[in-house]
C-alpha cells in the first residue's frame, strides 16, 4: 500500500485538495486499490481560502513520515493566511524530508512557493500561478528555480503546476507515478474523463 501525505496549510484551496482526495479514493475503491492517502495540517482544524473548515486526520506532530510514499500539497491564497503554514518551518521540514529520500512530491499552482521557500527547487525547473497579473513567477525565481510558462512542470521527482485548473491532472500525474499508466486510464475512465 502507498501513503501520500496531503500536507493541509491554513488558507489552501479546498478544490485543489479535492482532487487529491477523489483521484486517490476513486483508486483506492476502484483502480488498484494500492493507494492511501492522508490529510495533515499543522493544527487540528484549518480552515480554507472560502472559510469552509476542515479536520485533517493527523497533526504534523503525530505523523512518521518513513510511513509514507509521495507528498501532496494544494495551493491557496494569501489573504487567507496561506503562507504563514506553507511557509512554517515544520511545513518546509516535511517538504525537505521528502526531497532528500527522492520520493514523489506534487503540488499545485502556489504551493510551489512552499518548495522554492524550503529551498528544494534551486536550479530546478518548476511553475507557479502564471495569470498576467500576478507575480508569483517572479518569486519563484527569487527561490532558485528556472521557471517555465508552462501549465504543469516535471523536474526529476517534483511536479508544479501553474493554476487550480491543473489539479485533476496533477494528481493523475502523481498517481501514475506511484501505480502505472494502465491503472491511471482505468480510473480516468471511471470518473468520466477523455482517454
Known amino acids: ?92 521540514g516535511v517538504i525537505r524530508y521528502f526531497h532528500a529520500k527522492q520520493k514523489p512530491i506534487a503540488s499545485i499552482c502556489v504551493a510551489s512557493l512552499a518548495l522554492g521557500k524550503s529551498g528544494i527547487l534551486q536550479d530546478r525547473k518548476a511553475t507557479t500561478y502564471n495569470h498576467p497579473t500576478s507575480h508569483r513567477q517572479d518569486q519563484l525565481r527569487l527561490y532558485g528555480a528556472n521557471v517555465q510558462n508552462e501549465l504543469i512542470v516535471i523536474d526529476g521527482h517534483i511536479i508544479t503546476s501553474s493554476n487550480p485548473a491543473t489539479g485533476f491532472e496533477v494528481a493523475f500525474l502523481l498517481l501514475e507515478q506511484l501505480t502505472s499508466e494502465t491503472n491511471v486510464n482505468r480510473v480516468k475512465e471511471l470518473m468520466g474523463f477523455e482517454i
Open 1 to 92: 500500500m502507498k501513503k501520500i501525505l496531503l500536507l493541509l496549510a491554513d488558507g489552501f484551496e479546498a478544490a485543489e485538495a479535492s482532487v487529491f482526495t477523489d483521484v486517490f479514493g476513486w483508486n483506492r475503491w476502484e483502480g488498484d486499490g494500492n493507494t492511501e492517502l492522508v490529510t495533515v495540517g499543522l493544527r487540528e482544524q484549518i480552515k480554507c481560502t472560502w472559510n469552509f473548515t476542515i479536520i485533517p486526520e493527523k497533526v504534523i506532530s503525530d505523523i512518521v513520515l518513513e510511513e509514507y510514499d509521495a507528498l501532496a500539497i494544494p495551493g491557496g491564497f494569501e489573504e487567507a493566511g496561506f503562507y504563514n503554514d506553507a511557509f512554517d518551518e515544520r511545513f518546509l
